[in-house]
């Protein structure tokens, strides 16, 4: 298949690997952020055919896993109310709220739906005019433009009945407070192409030259990923610490200069709370003033003191690199796909969910 076997050839990925052993002489630790790339990893097995002295750490980079307890309780109120659908992607349905899920509200009688983009809500909105539809919005920049569109697009129907719950979050802030924090051990970052397709890679520069981290834009193939870990190591074996894109054939250097006028002519950016991991500064998007009368924040009243719950799952351990889902003593055993006890089992990009459907790994406990 043209455009994707050539990414996926092994005899490239064995030369890829033999580059690195040339040139690897320390331990790395290499933290690629993105949930897509990190099944690609486990599908692959890219971690098996490394060299030891390279450990891949597993970041937040999952967007149903960061969206946090607060939001899935207010997407639960919200499907509560008079004439209310609430919609949102099939994976955040699933994920437990301070008490259940919006799964568990629709079993019980409120009216969810699962929609496969926020183009599905705008076509309900305007199929049920009696009707009250909320886009449940989560993600990062990769899917925020679409959110912002639909907001426009809503306004140019002139729809009364269309409603957004805007969780949408931002990458760099986070990538930050891992590098601060003194509990993860990054020497190295692989940036997620797909939100470098969108906003660029100039806001890593300064990120990548503060904290001396080499920090690499990369696609989500085996053989991208394999490259993008040689041109960390490379960096890092000579002491550089700059932005490389791996990802050229989707990457410029200034992203999509119409999504991104788009997503910040709706959107004001806000300090979001990350499930797991607390408050980070400038991290989050906010509808602005001028499209509030479809801010289902503004809209609808919501209880919005909800306390952080006390569970079982190390998922913000998981999320910052801190631990693998194998040490988790609940992984494969109490937690799996079918019976999840928290985001990353739930979630088609969390990693406890690629580490047990591609589960090459042994169980740690
Ligand atoms: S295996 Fe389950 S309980 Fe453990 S961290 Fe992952 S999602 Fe949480």
Redesign the pocket.
Known sequence: MKFIDEYRNADDSKRIVDKIKNILRHNWYIMEICGGQTHTILKYRLEEILPEKITLLHGPGCPVCVTSVEFIDKAIQLSFHKDVILTSYGDMLRVPGTKYSLLYSKSIGANVKTIYSPIDALKLAKDYPDKKIIFFAIGFETTAPATASSIIQARKMGLKNFFVLCAHVLVPPAIEILLKSQLTKIDGIIAAGHVCTVMGFKEYIPIAKKYKVPIVVTGFEPNDLLLGIFMTVKQLEEGRYDVENQYKRAVREEGNMSAKKIMFDVFEVVDRKWRGIGFINNSGLKIKKEFEDMDAEKVFSLNTQIDEIDT????GL?LQGIKK?VD?L??ARK?TPEN???A??VSSEGS?NAYYKFGSVKINN
């Open positions: 079982e799952c190390i998922a998981i889902p988790c609940n992984f937690c999840p006890l928290g990353p089992m406890c």
